[in-house]
């Protein structure tokens, strides 16, 4: 079966500190993987995908990066976190809809 | 405008009743519909897809009016777990990222 994995679930990190989060999918191969964000009261905003081996495309301008070194890892960095990067960090994988990773919450203080 | 609209609520109704969701989109070549249910703190889950004909799964219902770009989800009977933000989703067709609304948030309360 199809599963996506994330992790940390939960993350506080100071300004300026740099950001990692990583995420896996299993029981599929060449997946189209999303990075999506959601801000306290907001809805989700698409911020990068990729449909393959080092093919990232970026929705948004920021200090965020994607990268996808593996068939089926993503990953999402930050050379120097902003207060306004705080939120819900999800990933997805895209089947007939989405399915989401269990997110990270993050917190820059 | 917007891509895809929500009213986002509250909506606060009573145990049993049945409450429904409205959703408008702006692309008309929009070729794929869903509505997603996220509870507190979690990550969105898939609830149904929309088909141009309309589809049932047990309370729900959701409907597609391509030429308002408008799409709905009707619960009916409502249960206290059905309590929770509802996505409506809209995307083209292929690799194209999903786009979703803020969602509508549904309190059913005892």
């Known amino acids: 079966s199809q599963t996506i994995h994330q992790w940390p679930a939960t993350l506080v990190q100071p300004v300026g500190s740099p950001l990692s989060l990583e995420c896996t999918v299993e029981g599929t191969s060449n997946p189209n993987l999303y990075w999506y964000r959601q801000a306290a009261g907001r809805g989700l905003q698409l911020l990068f995908y990729?449909?393959?081996?080092?093919?990232i495309s970026s929705e948004v301008p920021q200090n965020l990066s994607a990268s996808r070194p593996q068939d089926r890892q993503f990953i999402l960095s930050s050379k120097k976190l902003l207060l306004s990067d705080s939120g819900f960090y999800l990933c997805?994988?895209?089947?007939?809809?989405?399915?989401f990773g269990s997110g990270t919450r993050l917190t820059v203080v | 405008r917007k891509e895809v609209e929500q009213d986002p609520g509250p909506f606060n109704v009573p145990e049993g009743a049945t409450v429904a969701f409205n959703c408008t989109y702006s692309?008309?070549?929009?070729?794929?519909f869903f509505w997603y249910r996220q509870d507190c703190r979690k990550e969105p889950k898939l609830l149904m897809s929309?088909?141009?004909s309309g589809n049932e799964d047990g309370r729900f219902t959701a409907q597609l009016n391509r030429a308002s770009q408008y799409i709905s989800l009707l619960i009916r009977d409502s249960k206290l777990s059905d309590s929770a933000t509802y996505l409506c989703?809209?995307?083209?067709?292929?690799?194209?990222?999903?786009?979703f609304g803020k969602g509508t948030r549904l309190s059913v309360i005892a």
């Open positions: 990729s449909v393959g081996i080092g093919q």
């Open positions: 929309v088909y141009s």
């Open positions: 989703v809209v995307t083209l067709s292929g690799n194209t990222p999903l786009v």
């Open positions: 692309n008309s070549a929009s070729q794929s």
């Open positions: 997805a994988w895209r089947a007939l809809g989405y399915t």
